[in-house]
């Protein structure tokens, strides 16, 4: 019931293209939903992150789509570029929690020039 | 925004060694710091929490005695390896989370080899 499924595992787009990685969750106790990027050898940084009373957020070319219902998530990257070949990972914390972050396996995003 | 670090960046060690590592938290104060270990292509894998001035938390299967967790003030967490192994070798991320917001801060973390 803690898990994050995170899909898909990798993903190859066209520079100018959309990139989208979809999450999906169990536990309705999850209250805020962050996105991360990785690059290699580095630490994962924040891009983005949503609250259930909110179905959707955007932050420049990342927009956050959430669906309470269906307990699904999802990142778009509009106009993906080569410099945002990177992993990506979903995350879902719980309220009144320390707020240890549960992660999706991670989406390996390739954007092609 | 908010800064962590983390020293040593990547440290190579014998095995039976101790290492330690350090994450700070440089423009905040830090309530919960959180110690994470990710092999190659998986995903982040939480080790630990530790709150500052109490005991670290040890997720399921972490030995406690082997990763000694400090939290000593809101800014400094240590994390020391103790009679590593060549097992140990892995990238070890810490993160930072302050007393406003839920918000966790990733340090650049730190490659552990040990031969």
């Known amino acids: 019931q803690q898990q994050v499924k995170q899909s898909p595992q990798s993903l190859i787009v066209q520079k100018g293209g959309i990139s989208i990685i979809n999450c999906a969750y169990e536990n309705t106790a999850f209250d805020y939903f962050p996105w991360y990027q990785q690059f290699p050898g580095k630490g994962p940084a924040l891009l983005i992150a949503?609250?259930?009373?909110?179905s959707e957020k955007k932050e420049g070319r990342f927009t956050i789509s959430f669906n309470k219902s269906a307990k699904q998530f999802s990142l778009h990257i509009m106009d993906s570029q080569p410099g945002d070949s990177a992993t990506y990972f979903c995350a879902a914390s719980l309220k009144g929690s320390a707020r240890q972050l549960t992660f999706g396996s991670g989406t390996q995003l390739t954007v092609l020039p | 925004g908010a800064v962590v670090s983390q020293h040593p960046s990547w440290v190579i060690c014998k095995s039976g060694t101790s290492v330690k590592i350090e994450c700070r938290s440089l423009?905040?104060?830090?309530?919960?710091m959180f110690w994470y270990r990710q092999f190659p292509k998986q995903s982040l894998m939480l080790m630990a929490t530790?709150?500052?001035?109490?005991?670290?938390?040890?997720e399921q299967g972490v030995e406690k005695d082997k990763f000694l967790i400090n939290h000593a003030s809101l800014t400094l967490s240590t994390l020391t390896v103790t009679s590593a192994h060549p097992e140990d070798s892995s990238f070890y991320i810490c993160?930072?989370?302050?007393?406003?917001?839920?918000?966790?801060?990733f340090g650049p973390g730190t490659r552990l080899t040990v031969l």
């Open positions: 993160s930072a989370r302050s007393r406003v917001g839920d918000t966790q801060y």
């Open positions: 423009d905040f104060q830090a309530t919960t």
């Open positions: 530790s709150n500052e001035g109490s005991k670290a938390t040890y």
């Open positions: 949503i609250r259930p009373d909110v």
